[in-house]
């Protein structure tokens, strides 16, 4: 079964922290993404990774920046915390097109943010 | 602006009964439509999906109906039991191109069903 780990479950930073979410995967799956989960607004997309090094910005990335060095591991960095960031951040994964027999994204658990 | 609209937002059945949940998009490039199902404390998982080629898609007691002029599809559980009480969520994506496995999510329907 694939794997995506998520470092924490729960977090609780100070407003101007900076902060690193990490996200592992352990099935050599190309693309990687960042979700950000809200009561009444359902799953938004902060930013994607179809490669190593590469990255693009999905629907919601102000005050977000993400690093992918690794195939299996993607993280989600806020330079400076604010209030308004406080959020269930969920990872997923998939194969690449090339390599999938469907779309289907493999999520982690989730890592419970609040930011005070 | 969301590009995926759900309803409803919240869902009471008795156990055995028909549960639906609705999804319009807006976007007509949208060619993958996925319902996936989460519980709490885990992260969501893909539960069916269907594309815009078909009128409806069928696994086990899970049923996608597709409407592509007014686009609009459904998720419709037979039979609910209460081991189906969890939340769902409708997307839409690309099924492939520049941006496979970038989906818009609706906003979720917490189900809850009744023993």
């Known amino acids: 079964d694939v794997k995506v780990t998520q470092s924490s479950r729960y977090l609780v930073k100070r407003t101007g922290e900076k902060v690193f979410l990490e996200c592992v995967q352990d099935?050599?799956?190309?693309?990687m993404f960042w979700y950000r989960q809200d009561p009444g607004l359902g799953l938004r997309l902060i930013y994607f990774?179809?490669?190593?090094?590469?990255?693009e910005k999905g629907d919601i990335p102000e005050g977000y920046s993400v690093s992918r060095e690794k195939k299996e591991r993607f993280s989600l960095i806020l330079e400076s915390a604010s209030t308004n960031q406080t959020s269930m951040y969920l990872c997923?994964?998939?194969?690449?097109?090339?390599?999938?027999?469907?779309?289907?994204?493999?999520f982690g658990s989730g890592t419970q943010l609040s930011v005070l | 602006q969301q590009q995926v609209k759900q309803s409803p937002q919240s869902l009471i059945v008795q156990k055995g009964g028909i549960s639906i949940i609705n999804c319009a998009y807006e976007?007509?490039?949208?060619?993958?439509f996925p319902w996936y199902q989460q519980f709490p404390g885990k992260g969501p998982a893909l539960l069916i999906a269907?594309?815009?080629?078909?009128s409806e898609k069928k696994e086990g007691r899970f049923t996608i109906s597709f409407n592509k002029s007014a686009k609009q599809f459904s998720l419709h559980i037979m039979d609910s039991q209460p081991g189906d009480s969890a939340t769902y969520f409708c997307a839409a994506g690309y099924a492939g191109g520049t941006s496979y496995g970038k989906l818009t999510f609706g906003q979720g329907t917490i189900l809850t069903v009744h023993p």
């Open positions: 997923a994964s998939s194969l690449a097109p090339q390599r999938a027999l469907n779309e289907k994204l493999f």
């Open positions: 269907i594309r815009p080629d078909v």
């Open positions: 099935m050599d799956h190309e693309n």
């Open positions: 990774s179809y490669d190593v090094k590469m990255k």
């Open positions: 976007n007509t490039a949208f060619d993958y």
